[in-house]
T-cell receptor
Framework: KQEVTQIPAALSVPEGENLVLNCSFT??????LQWFRQDPGKGLTSLLL?????REQTSGRLNASLDKSSGRSTLYIAASQPGDSATYLC??????????FGKGTMLLVSP | DVKVTQSSRYLVKRTGEKVFLECVQD?????MFWYRQDPGLGLRLIYF???????EKGDIPEGYSVSREKKERFSLILESASTNQTSMYLC???????????????FGPGTRLTVL
């Protein structure tokens, strides 16, 4: 059964820092990996989707990488801002259109 | 833009009550999902549906049932609510048929259910 682990569970940084969030998965036979953002008490918003044929995907200050062979993905956030404070979750396919999620990294960016 | 709506943001019910959580999507998606989210446990899949009147159990279906009478609406039913079903419930949908490498899930805002 696919398992997804995210490290660290929580992260606190001052505004302006570059940071990396980590995601690892046990079964490398995936066709994509997604990163989501969740604000407190809200639903999830898709940030980036990396197909298995890609190694990176970028959106603004966010860059996600995927290394299927090692079962790892990273989400890089450049020049962090207080508005980036949220929980970030990664997810991989686990069956018929279903996803397995990590437990998330709670990020706090202080002014 | 895809929109997924859930009938209530906050709900308070008593033990033993029958509870209905409604989810509606407006993009003609075939696949719909119900998750619950708990601190320390993350998101766990309760049920999903890949077509009208079709349903599949997820990882934690016990104590829940679902209904999909129309393509755009997917309901989660707690037949007899219990305190351990206090949680955040999230609905999601994806475009239809066999999953592709570009499919993402679109989430609703969530329903915070408290069972007293």
């Amino acid at each position: 059964k696919q398992e997804v682990t995210q490290i660290p569970a929580a992260l606190s940084v001052p505004e302006g820092e570059n940071l990396v969030l980590n995601c690892s998965f046990t079964d490398s036979a995936i066709y994509n990996l997604q990163w989501f953002r969740q604000d407190p008490g809200k639903g999830l918003t898709s940030l980036l989707l990396i197909q298995s044929s890609q190694r990176e995907q970028t959106s603004g200050r966010l860059n996600a990488s995927l290394d299927k062979s090692s079962g790892r993905s990273t989400l890089y956030i450049a020049a962090s801002q207080p508005g980036d404070s949220a929980t970030y979750l990664c997810a991989v396919p686990s069956g018929y259109s279903t996803l397995t999620f990590g437990k998330g990294t709670m990020l706090l960016v202080s002014p | 833009d895809v929109k997924v709506t859930q009938s209530s943001r906050y709900l308070v019910k008593r033990t033993g009550e029958k509870v209905f959580l409604e989810c509606v999507q407006d993009m003609d998606h075939e696949n719909m999902f119900w998750y619950r989210q708990d601190p320390g446990l993350g998101l766990r899949l309760i049920y999903f549906s890949y077509d009208v009147k079709m349903k599949e159990k997820g990882d934690i279906p016990e104590g829940y049932s679902v209904s999909r009478e129309k393509k755009e609406r997917f309901s989660l039913i707690l037949e007899s609510a219990s305190t351990n079903q206090t949680s955040m419930y999230l609905c999601a949908s994806t475009p239809g048929g066999v999953a592709t490498s570009t499919d993402t899930q679109y989430f609703g805002p969530g329903t915070r259910l408290t069972v007293l």
